[in-house]
């Protein structure tokens, strides 16, 4: 069974950091593009970091600078550094697997609730 699963999140200070990760299993993610998502209450989903299978990285305006996407292919895990994080950082984080040259996304993960108190 393929699995994406993520962990790290948590209660975290403005201005702190923490660090996501998206264990994957069942198969391997090498040739996927990755991509960390996250949806506030009330709002839609937003792309927030994405990876290429050949490591090319892209970032939301609203997080460039202070997130940093990664991965590593020997654990088939990808990583999502989050620093100087803000109140409306706040969402559950959730990462997604899409093959080479697909529009939709493959595989999810379920999330992790990532929240940033003032």
């Known amino acids: 069974q393929v699995q994406l699963v993520e962990s790290g999140g948590g209660l975290v200070q403005a201005g702190g950091s923490l660090t996501l990760s998206c264990a994957a299993s069942?198969?391997?993610?090498?040739?996927?593009?990755m991509v960390w998502f996250r949806q506030a209450p009330g709002k839609l989903r937003e792309l927030v970091a994405q990876?290429?299978?050949?490591?090319?990285?892209y970032y939301a305006d609203s997080v460039k600078g202070r997130f940093t996407i990664s991965r590593d292919n020997a654990k088939n895990t990808v990583y999502l550094q989050m620093t100087s994080l803000k109140p409306e950082d706040t969402a559950v984080y959730s990462c997604a697997a899409r093959r080479v040259g697909a529009v939709d996304y493959e595989y999810w993960g379920q999330g992790t609730q990532v929240t940033v108190s003032s």
């Open positions: 069942g198969r391997t993610f090498s040739s996927y593009t």
């Open positions: 990876i290429s299978s050949a490591g090319g990285t």
